[in-house]
């Protein structure tokens, strides 16, 4: 619950600012702070290393992308009455994303294989007593 109640703080905090943010990344700080702030409580370092790598690593790779479509689209846009440059990076479009259709159907991903079964030993935290 301070996870979903810090998120929705900081989203509704930063849209009232006009700040733009990922709700990714707000999420799962939240939920690594809840896991840090609670005693019993267990964080996961190797994922969250492993998910601090990937970002890092898809921003620049998204500008780099981005670039090259756009260099590709603006160095053919004087062929063929300017339709060549965006034409050609929409088939690119479409073949790359049949290329991970395609692969993504050698190894189809269902709950059996989604991840490992987690084993903590931890069980259902009790409700605080209320004593009147």
Excluded: C, K, Q
Aim: proline share 5%; aromatic share 6%.
């Amino acid at each position: 619950m301070a996870a979903e109640a810090s998120s929705a703080a900081v989203i509704l905090a930063s849209s009232h600012l006009g700040f733009a943010l990922s709700t990714t990344h707000v999420a799962t700080g939240s939920i690594l702070g809840t896991g840090l702030g609670r005693r019993g409580a267990e964080v996961r370092w190797g994922v969250a290393l492993r998910m601090v790598v990937a970002w890092l690593v898809t921003l620049p790779a998204a500008a780099l992308v981005g670039a090259a479509m756009y260099g590709i689209a603006n160095g053919l846009s004087g062929v063929a009455g300017g339709w060549l440059g965006p034409f050609v990076v929409f088939a690119m479009l479409l073949a790359m994303a049949g290329y991970l259709v395609a692969r993504s159907r050698r190894t189809p991903i269902g709950a059996h294989n989604v991840n490992d079964d987690w084993d903590t030993g931890l069980g259902p935290t009790p409700a605080p007593s209320t004593s009147a």
